[in-house]
């Protein structure tokens, strides 16, 4: 089947760029939220990318998804990644997004619970998100997937394997990716068994900071700092 494609791909990905740097603000602020409010903060760090063409074409050829299906058929032309320090954290960022009145969750993938044959863990909730534009609202789909970190290092590499071997692992990186993945999710099971003790920790890091500098608020624009110099920030 002949595919059609958008003839003019950067007009045709403006809105969907405006949605993730609109969703980036609004991530990136509920963690600020938290922050402000001296509490643990669910969100580690927020990512965002509009899908490449090249990747967006593949994909469509591999699906035979035609180009008045695309909008519908693709929902991950928009993606955002939101990063946890805790499965706990995970359920709590699901939780806070179905809440929101600023955009309309459609679909939830829960690959924590339901591990794909891969290894790979993470909840992915598809969302209707509408963009102004000149010519009125336009709603599109975005894919947001929350992992911890831990989740997040495996997939990074399993991704970048992925890319050498076109999917088609041998046998023996393939059992040592299965098994990398249960050691991460065994790492998080770890951390989450003595979470109070490090989230109590951690608060007190952050009190520790304010005194020395006696200046509370300042301290909190460093951390803040901190966390945009971050290079995956
Ligand atoms: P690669 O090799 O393509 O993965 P800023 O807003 O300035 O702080 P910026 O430059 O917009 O940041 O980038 P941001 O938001 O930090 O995230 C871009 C990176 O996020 C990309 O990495 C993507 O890998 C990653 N990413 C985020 N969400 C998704 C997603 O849903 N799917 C995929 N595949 N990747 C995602 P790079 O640097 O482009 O590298
Ligand atoms: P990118 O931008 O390269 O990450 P399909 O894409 O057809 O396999 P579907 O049904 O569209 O799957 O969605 P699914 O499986 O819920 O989510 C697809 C995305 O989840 C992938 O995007 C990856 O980002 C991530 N993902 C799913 N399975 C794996 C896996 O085994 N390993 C890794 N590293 N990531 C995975 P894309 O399409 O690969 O695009």
Same mark, same amino acid.
């Given at each position: 089947?002949?595919?059609?494609?958008?003839?003019?791909?950067?007009?045709? !990905? !403006?809105?969907?760029?405006?949605?993730?740097?609109?969703?980036?603000?609004?991530?990136?602020?509920?963690?600020? #939220?938290?922050?402000?409010?001296?509490?643990?903060?669910?969100?580690?760090?927020?990512?965002?990318?509009?899908?490449?063409?090249?990747?967006?074409?593949?994909?469509?050829?591999?699906?035979?998804?035609?180009?008045?299906?695309?909008?519908?058929?693709? #929902?991950?032309?928009?993606?955002?990644?939101?990063?946890?320090?805790?499965?706990?954290?995970?359920?709590?960022?699901?939780?806070?997004?179905?809440?929101?009145?600023?955009?309309?969750?459609?679909?939830? *993938?829960?690959?924590?619970?339901?591990?794909?044959?891969?290894?790979?863990?993470?909840?992915?909730?598809?969302?209707?998100?509408?963009?102004?534009?000149?010519?009125?609202?336009?709603?599109?789909?975005?894919?947001? #997937?929350?992992?911890?970190?831990?989740?997040?290092?495996?997939?990074?590499?399993?991704?970048? !394997?992925?890319?050498?071997?076109?999917?088609?692992?041998? +046998?023996?990186?393939?059992? *040592?990716?299965?098994?990398?993945?249960? =050691?991460?999710?065994? !790492?998080?099971?770890?951390?989450?068994?003595?979470?109070?003790?490090? $989230?109590? =920790?951690?608060?007190?890091?952050?009190?520790?900071?304010?005194? $020395?500098?006696?200046?509370? +608020?300042?301290?909190?624009? #460093?951390?803040?700092?901190?966390?945009? +110099?971050?290079?995956?920030?």
């Amino acid at each position: 089947m002949e595919i059609a494609m958008p003839t003019d791909w950067e007009l045709f !990905l !403006l809105p969907y760029k405006q949605a993730i740097d609109e969703l980036k603000i609004k991530l990136r602020g509920m963690r600020k #939220q938290f922050q402000r409010e001296n509490l643990h903060t669910p969100i580690e760090f927020v990512t965002g990318r509009v899908k490449p063409v090249d990747s967006i074409i593949e994909k469509m050829h591999r699906r035979q998804i035609s180009e008045d299906l695309m909008e519908q058929d693709l #929902q991950d032309i928009a993606g955002l990644r939101i990063m946890c320090q805790f499965v706990e954290d995970i359920y709590q960022v699901v939780d806070l997004i179905r809440q929101r009145t600023d955009m309309e969750v459609v679909e939830e *993938r829960d690959y924590i619970t339901n591990v794909k044959p891969s290894g790979y863990r993470s909840y992915h909730m598809v969302i209707r998100y509408p963009v102004q534009t000149v010519h009125g609202e336009k709603k599109l789909l975005a894919e947001i #997937q929350i992992r911890t970190l831990s989740m997040n290092f495996w997939a990074t590499i399993e991704h970048s !394997l992925n890319y050498k071997y076109q999917g088609a692992f041998p +046998d023996e990186i393939n059992e *040592r990716l299965k098994r990398a993945a249960e =050691a991460a999710f065994m !790492l998080d099971q770890e951390m989450s068994a003595i979470r109070e003790e490090i $989230q109590e =920790a951690q608060q007190l890091f952050s009190y520790g900071k304010g005194q $020395q500098r006696h200046e509370p +608020d300042q301290s909190l624009e #460093q951390n803040e700092q901190r966390s945009t +110099d971050h290079p995956t920030r």
